[in-house]
T-cell receptor, first 111, second 111 residues
Framework: EAQVTQNPRYLITVTGKKLTVTCSQNMNHEYMSWYRQDPGLGLRQIYY???????DKGDVPEGYKVSRKEKRNFPLILESPSPNQTSLYFC??????????FGPGTRLTVL | GQNIDQPTEMTATEGAIVQINCTYQ??????LFWYQQHAGEAPTFLSY??LDGLEEKGRFSSFLSRSKGYSYLLLKELQMKDSASYLC????????????WGLGTSLAVNP
């Protein structure tokens, strides 16, 4: 089954404790992206990747890192999480001009 | 600047027809997407318009007028399960395959 998976689905952590949210897709898509979604602000892009070893900043990259060592995986790293990073996070993948396929989301709470 | 406008909320009755409008002002245009998002879940693709006119897909249709910067999503024979948020997104293209997202229209379908 074609899908995008994310882990964990839910996470409660404390300020400053490094965490990684994994994202994997099995559709051989070149393009992958991370979004955060907050009430009243909609979907905002954090980082994106056009292909392996090619990543770039989206609209709200501060406080986040990504890597793309393999085509299928695109982890999101929060080196020192802060409460303003409490949000619902989505990973997405697509081919060139096609629709984006979204993962199920990760609900992160930073205390 | 980049701007997408959608109504915040709409209400409709089961079995009826509802039209959700989206107007956009973007620096480029390479197509317009509509996504459906149920509360707490991932957005799922509904339609993609790149040329002017109406695209029909079952109970859902989407219309685009590029000259007016306008699109609408038409939902027929409304069902309770259609209660969700509907997101309009413009693909402005470029090397980063940028999508500009609207804030979404929350549709409540009442019995």
């Amino acid at each position: 089954e074609a899908q995008v998976t994310q882990n964990p689905r839910y996470l409660i952590t404390v300020t400053g404790k490094k965490l990684t949210v994994t994202c994997s897709q099995n559709m051989n898509h070149e393009y992958m992206s991370w979004y955060r979604q907050d009430p009243g602000l909609g979907l905002r892009q954090i980082y994106y990747s056009m292909n392996v070893e090619v990543t770039d900043k989206g609209d709200v990259p501060e406080g986040y890192k990504v890597s793309r060592k393999e085509k299928r995986n695109f982890p999101l790293i929060l080196e020192s999480p802060s409460p303003n990073q409490t949000s619902l996070y989505f990973c997405a993948s697509s081919r060139r001009k096609d629709e984006q396929f979204f993962g199920p989301g990760t609900r992160l709470t930073v205390l | 600047g980049q701007n997408i406008d959608q109504p915040t909320e709409m209400t409709a009755t089961e079995g009826a027809i509802v039209q959700i409008n989206c107007t956009y002002q973007t620096s480029g245009f390479n197509g317009l997407f509509w996504y459906q998002q149920h509360a707490g879940e991932a957005p799922t693709f509904l339609s993609y318009n790149v040329l002017d006119g109406l695209e029909e897909k079952g109970r859902f249709s989407s219309f685009l007028s590029r000259s007016k910067g306008y699109s609408y999503l038409l939902l027929k024979e409304l069902q309770m399960k259609d209660s969700a948020s509907y997101l309009c997104a413009v693909f402005v293209g470029g090397n980063n395959r940028k999508l500009i997202w609207g804030l979404g229209t929350s549709l409540a379908v009442n019995p």
